[in-house]
């Protein structure tokens, strides 16, 4: 054999050798978001087109029973960050965002990161607003955006507005434009900078959230009522053109192949903002499908089946899982956890919960759904009735009692709330 040869030998023996790169990680959350407001859904608003998240939809799978763990923004973002039931550290509803996210919890990104991945987050945090809780000191390289509570004025971009200053990592910053534009513009050049090796993209936009801000032009765009629908729709449109951009990243170097793609919303659409939820009933705040059903969508070429429509009840701390798995994460063994990974076969829960410490609390279990309201009790069969509008507790008072023995026994694991009520 030629040494020339025995050189293309040993390269070839080498590269069969290396080990598949684990993927890219990619979630986008939005916020406020309504169940009908997603044009690759059944049943959407006749006004609304969302071509980006579309695309999504487009490349891996749709859940028609996708879930936020909470029926406000804070808590389901620290589920997802988690793997957890937000309870099972006292994280409740939103106000618990200003004690933080325990320094007890291990995020998504502090474990990429110790598999080697670069990380970053370019939106809201809303999971703590003192300096050990800030997004650099819970696994995150880079940062930009604020840090909460939950609105942001879109246009006013200052260093001096406190808690809801923008940062780039530690440092807050005067910026211009127009902050779901300038999410996007980070995204892209992270993208770009770590292309050559795994990266966890964490894009959680403040879109559709209040205050009700968008360009003159894309408000124009629309000829909705009630007016404020309008400004609505704009925000919803320049935040799925920030999805494609990203999106358009990663197919300019050929990272789609290699990247798993997540997308749903924190919780239902909010009413003030006239959101659509279609033909659930309630809104954000309410225990309803309305508040707590989102667009959830999952993507990964090669992994994910392309175009498939899933009818199974998944939660948002499945996708902590699912990056998990993807990444070849090993998770810590001495705490609980609640997210099953979306790659996995088979049912994945036989059990959902939702519980904001304020008297409204629900259990699903298969297509029965028990929701009691400050008291007052209602069984819903979803299968039969997504809506919500035929309470079935009178006439089926065993399994109300069922459920509420379910929920009885999860909440006594739950922690006290990690900040007390005012």
Known sequence: MTRRNFLAGLAAGAAIAQPARVPNVVIFVSDDHGYGDA?????????????????IAAMGVRYTQGYASCYVCAPTRAGLMTGRYQQRYGFYTASDSRAGLPLSEVTLADLLRKKGYATAIFGKWH???????????RGFDHFYGFLGHGAHDYFALKASDGHNAIYRDDQTIDDTGYLTDNLAREATAFIERNRTKPFFLYLPFNAVHAPLQAPEADIARYHSKPP??????AMLYRMDLAIGRVLDALEQHQLTASTLI???SDNGGSKANSASNGILRGFKQSVYEGGIRVPFLAAWPGRIPRGKVSHEPVICMDIFATACEAAQVSLPTDRVYDGRSLLGKGPLH????????EKRIAVREGDWKLIDNEGKLELFHLGDDVSEKNNLAAQHPDKVKQLQARFAAWRAQMKPRIRQKA
């Open 39 to 55: 044009s690759c859904y059944e049943n959407h608003a006749p006004d609304v087109q969302t071509p980006n998240i579309d695309r």
């Open 127 to 137: 999971l703590g607003l003192e300096k050990p809780y800030h997004p650099l000191r």
């Open 228 to 233: 404020s629908r309008n400004t609505y729709l």
């Open 262 to 264: 997540c997308f749903q």
């Open 350 to 357: 036989d059990v959902l919960l939702w519980d904001a410490d």
